[in-house]
């Protein structure tokens, strides 16, 4: 794999004897605060219900669907 341009740069301030930018950074940089949790049953029974199902524009013309307008109901 390459080096990137700021890779390169950060390598020639080292080699020139400037400080490296990379002892600037934090402790946390590195770390990946992210929380992951796993799914809980029924969150995975819903994910498998709902594959199939598009909610679309175009779901109106391609699934069996109709449109009742108001005046034409009699009671």
């Known amino acids: 794999m390459s080096k990137s ?5 950060r390598d020639k301030l080292v080699r020139e004897g400037k400080r490296n930018p990379e ?8 770390l ?4 992951r949790r796993t799914k809980t049953k029924q969150e ?5 219900k709902h594959k199939k199902q598009s909610f ?3 779901d109106f ?4 669907c109709f449109y009742l307008d ?3 109901i009699v009671v």
């Open 5 to 9: 341009k700021a890779r390169k740069l």
């Open 23 to 30: 002892l600037s950074r934090s402790s946390f940089a590195m």
């Open 32 to 35: 990946d605060l992210n929380t």
């Open 44 to 48: 995975k029974l819903n994910q498998v």
């Open 56 to 58: 679309g524009k175009d």
């Open 61 to 64: 013309h391609t699934k069996d």
């Open 70 to 72: 108001a005046d034409l």
